[in-house]
């Protein structure tokens, strides 16, 4: 089966009853952790200030979606897991890396919400750059969430090794009641190739090719930047990152298709969206620019498919393990073994 209609299938929303659990997403931006979540039956409600993405979220999940601005004071439904990417300005590499001091910062919401909600489980993501000069503070949070009572592990993960065609390094941490380890990864390599498929042919009236002066400010950006291979899409790997600056903008990295005839021509958003592994069904809202901005915003939802996956996994065995005893003559039997 295609890769993309493997996803189709794979990232349908579903509610299992059996499961019952309420996860709260926080500046869940469209809606990719979500969609992982709700793949795997879990029920979602979202929390996005950007009106966009939020609509985005609203039309495509079941769950729904808040368009708000977050605040330590905000209030929260019940919920048994607590998920989300805060703003993570404060911390990327190409930032000024302020942490605390950065209005942008997203974390003491973060905390907020696990104070008030007390989720039997925790996750964010945040940008590699956390792990580096800013290393302390999430050191900061981590004690914080430990003297919560939470067990902690958490690693650069990329998402490629989670059926991802896309090189994404992101900073996974994951908190629960008791002992958790982040999934191991999946031995599978998805190309760009096969996550397109004939989309990387195709163009017509409305695709965006390259002019010559932009042959020559991408050549020179190259030139600078001492760029050995140019920066086009290869078809036979994983993509490099995908960013809101390099869909969105005409800039010297921007990610583009060499065709056959040598032409080149910028993702579309259908494209770009694949790469990042959203489902062909998935409908973005708002302009180009607002669709691009989501898609670079989000997390993959196939990376988070396996993350839910690996969570649900670990409730489902500590459910069991929680099971009551119920006394059977002179045997103790857990509730949920059969009596012979």
């Known amino acids: 089966m295609e890769y993309w209609k493997e996803i189709d299938n794979k990232l349908q929303p579903w509610i299992d009853t059996d499961l019952n659990k309420t996860v709260v997403d926080l500046f869940a931006g469209c809606g990719g952790l979500s969609l992982g979540f709700e793949a795997n039956g879990f029920k979602t409600i979202g929390f996005e200030m950007d009106?966009?993405?939020?609509?985005?979220?609203?039309?495509?999940?079941l769950g729904e979606c808040f368009t708000e601005k977050l605040t330590p004071e905000s209030i929260y439904p019940k919920a048994d897991i607590v998920i989300g990417g805060p703003p993570c300005q404060p911390f990327s590499v190409g930032g000024k890396q302020l942490g605390l001091k950065d209005a942008r910062d997203g974390f003491p919401i973060f905390l907020s919400a696990i104070r008030q909600l007390a989720p039997?489980?925790?996750?964010?993501?945040?940008?590699?750059?956390?792990?580096?000069?800013?290393?302390?503070?999430?050191?900061?949070?981590?004690?914080?969430?430990?003297?919560?009572?939470?067990?902690?592990?958490?690693?650069?993960?990329?998402?490629v090794n989670y059926e991802v065609p896309q090189n994404r390094e992101r900073v996974i941490v994951i908190g629960a009641k008791t002992n958790i380890k982040l999934p191991p990864p999946i031995r599978r390599t998805i190309t760009a190739g096969e996550a397109l498929g004939t989309l990387a042919f195709e163009f017509d009236e409305k695709s965006k090719f390259f002019t010559?002066?932009?042959?020559?400010?991408?050549?020179?950006?190259?030139?600078?930047?001492?760029?050995?291979?140019?920066?086009?899409?290869?078809?036979d790997k994983p993509a490099r990152t995908l960013t809101c600056r390099n869909l969105a903008g005409a800039t010297g990295d921007m990610h583009r298709v060499r065709l056959k005839d040598g032409r080149r021509r910028r993702l579309t958003v259908k494209e770009a969206s694949r790469l990042q592994s959203f489902p062909d069904w998935f409908e973005f809202q708002g302009t180009e620019t607002h669709q691009f901005n989501q898609i670079g915003n989000a997390v993959a939802p196939n990376f988070a498919f396996h993350?839910?996956?690996?969570?649900?996994?670990?409730?489902?065995?500590?459910?069991a393990n929680e099971a009551p005893i119920i006394e059977f003559g002179q045997l103790k039997l857990f509730e949920n073994e059969a009596v012979y």
């Open 120 to 159: 039997e489980v925790l996750m964010f993501e945040n940008v590699r750059g956390m792990l580096y000069k800013n290393q302390w503070y999430l050191k900061e949070v981590i004690n914080e969430l430990e003297r919560l009572g939470y067990y902690i592990d958490y690693a650069l993960l990329n998402a």
């Open 51 to 61: 009106a966009n993405a939020s609509s985005t979220y609203n039309k495509n999940l």
């Open 307 to 319: 993350l839910a996956k690996h969570i649900k996994k670990h409730l489902t065995i500590k459910s």
């Open 212 to 235: 010559e002066s932009m042959d020559k400010y991408v050549a020179n950006y190259e030139k600078a930047s001492k760029c050995i291979n140019p920066r086009d899409l290869y078809l």
